[in-house]
Each structure stands twice: as C-alpha cells, then as structure tokens.
C-alpha cells in the first residue's frame, strides 16, 4: 500500500485565492520531507525541505511568503500555495525518506489557477 | 552543488529491443546515491534502480541494469527486452549520502522520454 499520501490530487482555483496541499507520512515518522515542483515534460525542481518542529529550508529562487510549509507533526507536511496567479500552475510533488532507507513519493497535486 | 544532465530529451524503441538512456552528474561528493526513476502518464514516481557510489558492481534489477563509471561521473541505464509499459519519463537523480536533513534531497536531470513502440 502507499506509504506517502498526498491530497488534494488536483485543485483549481481563482486567481488570489490560497490553496493548501496535505502530505501525510502513513507508516512512519518522518522528520524531514521535500516538496518539489514539476513543469509539464519538465524535470523535478527542489523547492524546501520542511523540517518538523522548525522552519523549513528553501531553495534559491523560491518565495517563502508565496510557498507556505508547515510540518506541525512527525507524519504531516502541508503546502500552502498563497495568493495564487496563474504562473504557479503546476504539478506539486512531496517525498518522504526515512535515513539509510528508499525513499518514497506522494502522487502529486496538480494546481490550476484560474 | 551537484547538476545531473540528460542530452536524450527523447529516446524512442521497439518492442522487446534493447535502450540506453544517458545520464552524466557533476559532484565534489566522493560518497553518494545514483538513482534512475520511471514517470508514467499517472506521474506518479517510481523507483527503477538505485546506485551507491562506494559499490563498485553495476546495480541490476531484472531488465534494468546500469553502468556506473564513477571516475567519468556517467551512469546510463539500459532497458532489455523493452515493453509497452516502459514507456514513460526517466529520470537520473543524485543524492548525496548525508545524515540528517540532508538525506532525501534529490537534485533530478532533465529528464527523457522514452517510447516503446509495438
């Protein structure tokens, strides 16, 4: 079964509006996940790791006050994209990965903005 | 920083031929993983076969296998007996092997897309 769940699978939504997208670590704890973003035929682009208990770490280039990551819990990551515009329309990947162990991946959100 | 380049955009094949997709990194790392993943239309990531640089042997699983030149910095993988179900999106992909938050950051190629054809 999966080990990673991410929801929504697609959301559309209004220009302006604030969009949340859950991953959920289901077999184990996990410390550290990461949210990648992916362009259609494109390749798989870091964005942050979410670090729980603490703030998570960007990557170069991406607006923090744009791309929202909380991870309250050992099993629970969340991407809130605010005030969304058509550019951040994209397919949203998270992974999870346990140290010394595979790593695993949601099945991706895809966002429209209207 | 590490950079994972694939020249093959895209790559095409007959049924039950055999393909190599390319796929060459740049690292300072001497301890490190290689991956390559599958991406079918689902886009849902799969894991098709995982190097680790101190290994010396090429990984192999079933049809996929790799070959990991470490002082080149290449590792292409090779799909035999190739299947209509193989057609999808690969990815190579480095990963340092690193304790902590490190571990699990995934710096991904370009990308390449296969099609098998019948």
């Known amino acids: 079964g999966a080990v990673v769940s991410q929801h929504p699978s697609r959301v559309i939504c209004k220009s302006g509006t604030s969009v949340k997208i859950e991953c959920r670590s289901l077999d184990f704890q996990a410390t550290t996940m990461f949210w990648y973003r992916q362009f259609p035929k494109k390749s798989l682009m870091l964005m942050a790791t979410?670090?729980?208990?603490?703030?998570?770490?960007?990557e170069q280039g991406v607006e923090k006050d744009k791309f929202l990551i909380n991870h309250a819990s050992l099993t629970l990551s969340t991407l809130t994209v605010t005030s969304a515009h058509p550019e951040d329309s994209s397919f949203y990947i998270c992974?999870?990965?346990?140290?010394?162990?595979?790593?695993?991946f949601g099945s991706g959100t895809q966002l429209s903005v209207l | 920083a590490q950079t994972v380049t694939q020249s093959q955009p895209e790559m095409s094949v007959q049924e039950a031929e055999t393909v190599t997709l390319s796929c060459t990194y740049d690292t300072s790392e001497s301890n490190y993983y290689l991956f390559w993943y599958k991406q079918p239309p689902s886009r849902q990531m799969i894991l098709v076969i995982r190097?680790?640089?101190?290994?010396?042997q090429n990984a192999t699983e079933n049809r996929f296998s790799v070959n990991f030149q470490k002082a080149a910095k290449s590792f292409s993988l090779k799909i035999s007996d190739s299947q209509l179900g193989d057609t999808a999106m690969y990815f190579c992909a480095f990963m340092r092997m690193a304790g902590g938050t490190s571990y699990g950051k995934l710096t991904f190629g370009q990308g390449t897309i296969l099609t098998v054809h019948p």
């Open positions: 979410s670090n729980e208990g603490s703030k998570a770490t960007y």
């Open positions: 992974s999870v990965s346990r140290v010394g162990e595979k790593l695993f």
């Open positions: 190097q680790e640089a101190y290994k010396q």
